[in-house]
């Protein structure tokens, strides 16, 4: 069975664990950015089972693209850090300074985007009609057509070098934000912000999860059911030594996934029909009945 997931901690583990054991179950391929995997495995079912951001997972599921979410997240992060400006832009002393303002970001339905545009609405009362979005690249899922107030970069273009040149006010980073003096957060307090969003909500916000072919879920659910309670275990056991824990079971993965899709219907980007029940509907049962073991 093929997998592609990204190299974490609690991956690392889940892997040494099955070298030591000698599973012969699953194929580890390799990609690096993990990214890299999500539009293959949504336009071409090129694994068994991947790792996905939790919105291309939404639009693949409004696309009809025949995957399913396993009960597990493995990337989960405060998104504040991910807004960033020049560091000598005065304009901009706060999140609700950037109305009117040009935003870059890699795609439209980025998951980081998503989720700091809904930040950005629920605590500034900031719509996306309010800012100029421009975007480097589309959809991991075909088909799927930007807003008609979005701004496609020509020839894709490099968001910090467009926001140090003056073409762009902010951009939105994933998880390579840059070390630079150049640039500083647009929230002047990223763990200020976190701690509010926190306190509102109860959990940090989720960006990639874990998705399996429909076929290999339904006609191998119980390998499928072994890999995901491994990665569970090797989950549970990475908290107990660093405090760093990661929704596991439905239960603890539903509040932010309905916020997110939420986000997701407000900015257009799923239909408006849409709902919880929508994204779990073809996982087997099994699956959903997986709890964390903590």
């Not at 509040?255 to 980007?269: A, I, K, N, T, W």
Request: hydrophobic letters at 40%.
């Amino acid at each position: 069975m093929s997998v592609t997931i990204g190299d974490y901690p609690q991956t690392r583990r889940l892997k040494q664990a099955m070298v030591a054991s000698q599973t012969q179950s699953f194929d580890f391929i390799d990609v690096k950015p993990i990214s890299r995997a999500f539009a293959p495995m949504v336009r071409k079912l090129a694994y068994d089972i991947s790792e996905m951001a939790i919105v291309t997972y939404f639009l693949a599921r409004a696309a009809g693209v025949p995957i399913v979410l396993l009960p597990v997240a493995l990337a989960a992060r405060y998104q504040e850090e991910a807004l960033l400006c020049r560091a000598n832009d005065r304009s901009i002393n706060g999140p609700e300074s950037l109305a009117g303002k040009r935003v870059g970001v890699r795609a439209y339905s980025q998951t980081t985007a998503v989720w700091i545009r809904g930040i950005l609405g629920d605590e500034f009362g900031l719509q996306t009609e309010d800012l100029q979005w421009s975007v480097a690249e589309g959809s991991h899922v075909e088909g799927i057509e930007d807003p008609a107030h979005v701004r496609r970069i020509p020839d894709g273009g490099n968001l910090v070098d467009l926001l140090l040149d003056g073409e762009l006010d902010a951009v939105i980073l994933g998880n390579d934000v840059p070390s630079d003096t150049r640039l500083r957060t647009v929230f002047p307090d990223t763990g200020a912000a976190a701690r509010k969003f926190h306190t509102r909500h109860g959990f940090k916000p989720v960006n990639h999860v874990l998705v399996a072919k429909r076929s290999i879920a339904n006609d191998e659910t119980e390998t499928v059911l072994s890999f995901v309670a491994g990665l569970q275990e090797s989950a549970d056991a990475i908290a107990a030594t660093t405090g760093v824990v990661l929704p596991c079971g439905r239960d603890e993965l539903d509040p932010p996934l309905d916020l997110v899709l939420r986000y997701s219907r407000e900015q257009g980007l799923v239909p408006h029909s849409m709902v919880l029940d929508d994204l779990w509907e073809a996982s087997p049962g099994e699956l959903l009945r997986m709890r964390t073991t903590q």
